[in-house]
């Protein structure tokens, strides 16, 4: 099984600034499989990136996605009020799908 | 507009059992491999199981093997998750989910498994 570990744990940070979230594999994947997604408090997670770069439909450009083989990163270029939430990756490779522990985005 | 609504949850006692069910709308569940995903309080999501487009292929989590059993009907648009010898740890918000990279989801049904 394929271990994703995400860092840091938390990061607090204030509106307008940069954040910058990784996601580190237990073996090297395809950036086809790695997705990100963000969670509100009572929420269900919602697509963010796909495909590692790709966003997807109604995701503003300030969140953009990278990485290959076992680093990928999330970056969000200015932090607005609503981008404080929690942040997972997520592989899925043949019949295999984890997720990492998350990290958590507060002011 | 493509909505994935669950139902089927509720308190349940360890060793019960529960069906839950997510009816699509907005495009047709055989067409795109779909999911059944629980979140535990406080915790990270975890795939329970999948089914593919066709429907001959299935994958369980290790933890609900041979406990779960995931099913569709396509002339109701509707996906199925059949839950048996519940235990404590089966507590949860379970998610139905389309396609591997989980771009819709639903709201979720709380699965509760206490005495």
């Known amino acids: 099984e394929i271990v994703l570990t995400q860092s840091p744990g938390t990061l607090s940070l204030s509106p307008g600034e940069r954040a910058t979230l990784s996601c580190r594999a237990s073996?090297?994947?395809?950036?086809?499989?790695l997705t990100w997604y963000q969670q509100k408090p009572g929420q269900a997670p919602r697509r963010l990136i796909y495909a590692a770069v790709s966003r997807a439909t109604g995701i503003p450009d300030r969140f953009s996605g990278s990485g290959s083989g076992t680093d990928f990163t999330l970056t969000i270029s200015r932090l607005e009020p609503e981008d404080f939430a929690v942040y997972y990756c997520q592989q899925y490779v043949g019949s295999s799908m984890t997720f990492g522990q998350g990290t958590r985005l507060d002011i | 507009e493509v909505q994935l609504v669950e139902s089927g949850g509720g308190l349940v006692q360890p060793g019960g059992s529960l069906r839950l069910s997510c009816a699509a709308s907005?495009?047709?569940?055989?067409?795109?491999?779909m999911n059944w995903v629980r979140q535990a309080p406080g915790k990270e999501p975890e795939r329970v199981a999948n089914?593919?487009?066709?429907?001959?292929?299935?994958n369980y989590v290790d933890s609900v093997e041979g406990r779960f059993t995931i099913s569709r009907d396509t002339a109701k648009n509707s996906l199925y998750l059949q839950m048996n010898s519940l235990r404590a740890e089966d507590t949860a918000v379970y998610y139905c989910?389309?396609?591997?990279?989980?771009?819709?989801w639903g709201l979720g049904t709380m699965v509760a498994v206490s005495s």
């Open positions: 089914i593919n487009p066709d429907g001959g292929d299935k």
């Open positions: 989910a389309r396609r591997n990279d989980l771009d819709v």
């Open positions: 907005g495009f047709r569940i055989d067409s795109y491999w």
């Open positions: 073996q090297s994947i395809s950036s086809t499989y």
